[in-house]
């Protein structure tokens, strides 16, 4: 059977055989969009029972649970998990044993209240595209950012402060390198 005249694509933007490939390697990279951050207040409250006299330390980290990425914003659910060590209010007055008169020995507790609040931001990133990834570069409750009040009683503790987060969102890019 012989064929004559000259052979077309259908498709006039296709060839009808196969490209050549490119010169090169064909490597996946990530390409950096853009970073952004988030400052949210929160003001938390702890019920410390017994009762507390002084506050000892407090121990703060931030632990971001999921971060979507929709058209130039990126969704952070996070979480502030708190660990308060403080002196208890039940002690007993003893007398000292030392010879110095006038003095006494206060007995007590050491103890500590752990809790968890959760808490949402919301980061612009412009040209941030669904199916990005978002990157959590930084989570964190900066020292000079956080208030703590003791209310009379010694039983509750509410605090002020700054939760910090920066994320940074890639995409995952293919691109010829070399030849």
């Known amino acids: ?45 702890m019920t410390l029972f017994p009762p507390a006299v002084e506050i000892k330390d407090v121990h703060m980290r931030v632990e ?8 130039d914003q990126v969704l952070v659910n996070a979480v502030l998990h708190k660990n308060v060590n403080f002196k208890a209010k039940r002690f007993v007055h003893r007398p000292c044993d030392s ?21 949402s931001c919301v980061i612009c990133v412009d040209g941030a595209q669904r199916g990005d990834t978002a990157e959590v570069v930084n989570a964190e409750v900066p020292e000079d950012c956080a208030f703590e009040f003791l209310e009379r009683d010694g ?4 605090e002020k402060l700054l939760a910090l987060i920066v994320v940074k969102v890639v995409r995952d890019v293919q691109q010829f390198i070399g030849g």
């Open 1 to 45: 059977m012989e064929v004559q005249g000259e052979i077309r694509s259908r498709n006039p933007v296709y060839p009808p055989f196969p490209l050549p490939p490119p010169p090169g390697i064909l490597v996946q990279t990530k390409q950096v969009i853009g970073t952004g951050q988030c400052r949210v207040l929160l003001t938390p409250s």
């Open 64 to 71: 971001v649970l999921e971060a979507l990425v929709c058209t």
């Open 99 to 119: 010879r110095v008169r006038g003095h006494d020995t206060r007995y007590g507790e050491v103890r500590y209240c752990r809790a968890s609040f959760p808490f």
């Open 155 to 158: 039983l509750v503790l509410r």
